[in-house]
């Protein structure tokens, strides 16, 4: 059985859909809350590893986007067009962990090394220019969080590894963005591979390799006065205080 890559599921968990490295996309529709039984089907085939999927969910319609190292798609798996084949969105595609969905607005965010795109229905939105790797992405409140692979080696990797020591080479840097007033509003490092973000009780977590969790409790909401300038309120983290 092929490694899965992505994963994305709805608030009920009633629709499920599943991206494996070998190019399939299955989806699994039914009540897995109350296992009262369940239907799956692959919906999507293809020769290129899928990177990413994302559910956007309205009143009556579903449309799964699927990511591939080569390509967007768009698939409506309920309601109105559901049965036609996949439609390509862009022929660019992104890496694993690169596509989240806004679940405010629906929109598909996915980031490439150039910048941060958005999706919707209608097609591709304008882009957020931000210059940098990127291993994760997801969407936190009015933010846009990264999480960027440490830097190769070049001419500042003898300063970093007099710095840092060993550590040099496990370097992550988390960002969260402001796409709206194009600023970043935080920024730091972390000693250690982060595996995944997420958001629960209203804060942001990451996860590192080593099963550790660290959040960003401070409330990132209000930071920035009404000029957009910002507030001299102190913002603190627990990102990297409890691995370094």
Same mark, same amino acid.
């Given at each position: 059985? +092929?490694?899965?890559?992505?994963?994305?599921?709805?608030?009920?968990?009633?629709?499920?859909?599943?991206?494996?490295?070998?190019?399939?996309? $299955?989806? /699994?529709?039914?009540?897995? /809350?109350?296992?009262?039984? !369940? &239907?799956?089907?692959?919906? @999507?085939?293809?020769?290129?590893?899928?990177?990413?999927?994302?559910?956007?969910?309205?009143?009556?319609?579903? !449309?799964?986007?699927?990511?591939?190292?080569?390509?967007?798609?768009?698939?409506?798996?309920?309601? &109105?067009?559901?049965?036609?084949?996949?439609?390509?969105?862009? #022929? !660019?595609?992104?890496?694993?962990?690169?596509?989240?969905?806004?679940?405010?607005?629906?929109?598909?965010?996915?980031?490439?090394?150039?910048?941060?795109?958005? @999706?919707?229905?209608?097609?591709?939105?304008?882009?957020?220019?931000?210059?940098?790797?990127?291993?994760?992405?997801?969407?936190?409140?009015? @933010?846009?969080?990264?999480? +960027?692979?440490?830097?190769?080696?070049?001419?500042?990797?003898?300063?970093?590894?007099?710095?840092?020591?060993?550590?040099?080479?496990?370097?992550?840097?988390?960002?969260?963005?402001?796409? #709206?007033?194009?600023?970043?509003?935080?920024?730091?490092?972390?000693?250690?591979?982060?595996?995944?973000?997420?958001?629960?009780?209203?804060?942001?977590?990451?996860? $590192?390799?080593?099963?550790?969790?660290?959040?960003?409790?401070?409330?990132?909401?209000?930071?920035?006065?009404?000029?957009?300038?910002? +507030?001299?309120? $102190?913002? &603190?983290?627990?990102?990297?205080?409890?691995?370094?």
């Amino acid at each position: 059985m +092929s490694q899965i890559s992505a994963f994305a599921a709805t608030e009920d968990l009633s629709q499920v859909a599943v991206g494996f490295a070998n190019g399939a996309v $299955t989806v /699994i529709r039914g009540d897995l /809350i109350h296992d009262l039984g !369940t &239907k799956q089907r692959i919906i @999507y085939e293809s020769d290129e590893p899928i990177t990413g999927v994302e559910l956007h969910v309205d009143a009556s319609l579903t !449309t799964l986007f699927i990511a591939t190292t080569a390509r967007i798609l768009k698939l409506v798996i309920l309601g &109105k067009g559901h049965g036609q084949p996949p439609k390509t969105v862009e #022929d !660019t595609g992104c890496g694993v962990g690169c596509m989240a969905v806004d679940k405010r607005t629906g929109n598909i965010v996915v980031g490439r090394e150039d910048a941060i795109y958005y @999706y919707t229905l209608d097609g591709r939105g304008p882009p957020t220019a931000y210059e940098a790797p990127k291993k994760l992405i997801s969407v936190y409140q009015d @933010y846009i969080a990264l999480v +960027s692979p440490p830097a190769p080696a070049g001419e500042t990797d003898t300063m970093r590894r007099r710095f840092w020591g060993a550590a040099a080479d496990s370097i992550y840097a988390f960002t969260l963005i402001h796409p #709206d007033l194009r600023i970043i509003a935080h920024s730091e490092t972390v000693l250690s591979d982060v595996k995944h973000m997420f958001e629960l009780w209203g804060d942001l977590y990451i996860l $590192t390799q080593e099963g550790k969790v660290g959040s960003l409790p401070w409330p990132v909401k209000g930071t920035f006065g009404a000029d957009n300038t910002r +507030s001299s309120a $102190t913002t &603190k983290s627990r990102f990297s205080s409890g691995w370094r």
